[in-house]
């Protein structure tokens, strides 16, 4: 039998409780790595962890509100306490909350900056030297940093003033951390999802909520399996390859 992509690599993601997160944790189990999951709600965790093991794969849940910035940090070390490295880091975790400036609040504002940004960075940082010394002992000889940006990150809309700072600003973190670690032999890349069926939208007014939704039901959306491709298909590459950058629309969507 030949040995799978990731035999032996460790990776952590977060927002790994339902949608994309959870699908791209069974898509890296299939093709061999442990997986460190990573989100609030402990009961999806543990089912996701389950899918994983009948899979014949191994997989933690680990319970943490991670725009606490100790917990972000504890969240890493615990990775490398139960699997001894830690090979791949996915940035999923992320809030879409919409409306205009005008009729927002300012801690829905708030709440985004915390998770979209500040919770990635302190993830990020705590990450980076165990990636790195990844990559100097790991028979791929390389690690891998992928961040789940938008559209968004691409396309300014009104009612996503906010979310779309959060996903431009990541996409211009993504490329020069990028050119920060390119001789470390950590990849740095992000991919950028199009109209997604997921919890998402859930988080919505119900206004904006109905309006999303409909949206969303008048084209075939993207499933979270189509993004969880689109991230395997950028870590599995040889380490001579690095996929910097992945856009993925619905292919109805105009946006």
């Known amino acids: 039998m030949d040995d799978l992509p990731l035999d032996g690599a460790v990776a952590l993601i977060t927002g790994a409780s339902s949608g994309i997160g959870a699908a791209t944790a069974r898509r890296l ?4 790595a442990a997986v460190a999951l990573v989100a609030r709600r402990r009961n999806r965790l543990d089912q996701v962890a389950c899918d994983i093991a009948k899979l014949g794969g191994e997989a933690v849940a680990l319970e943490a509100d991670i725009t606490e910035p100790e917990r972000a940090d504890d969240m890493v070390q615990e990775t490398l306490d139960r699997f001894g490295r830690l090979d791949i880091l996915v940035n999923n975790a992320g809030i879409m909350l919409l409306n205009s400036a005008l009729h927002t609040s300012i801690e829905e504002w708030d709440r985004m900056i915390s ?3 500040a919770a990635l960075l302190h993830v990020t940082h705590a990450a980076i030297p165990h990636l790195i010394y990844a990559a100097s002992t790991s028979p791929r000889q390389v690690a891998d940093l992928v961040n789940v940006s938008s559209t968004a990150g691409r396309v300014a ?8 700072l959060t996903k431009f600003g990541l996409n211009a973190f993504t490329e020069s951390l990028r050119q920060e670690l ?23 007014s119900d206004t904006t909520r109905d309006a999303a939704r409909q949206q969303i039901d008048g084209i075939e ?4 399996e189509d993004i969880a491709d689109a991230i395997s ?19 109805g969507q105009t946006w």
Do not use: C, F, K, Q
């Open 157 to 164: 809309r009104p009612g996503s003033s906010v979310y779309g």
């Open 233 to 251: 298909y950028i870590i599995t590459r040889d380490r001579r390859v690095a996929v910097n950058e992945m856009l993925v629309r619905a292919g």
């Open 221 to 224: 959306a993207l499933r979270p």
């Open 29 to 32: 189990a299939r093709e061999g």
């Open 182 to 204: 390119l001789s470390e032999r950590v990849r740095v890349s992000v991919v950028e999802p199009g109209t997604v069926d997921t919890e998402l939208v859930n988080h919505l």
């Open 115 to 117: 998770l979209n940004v």
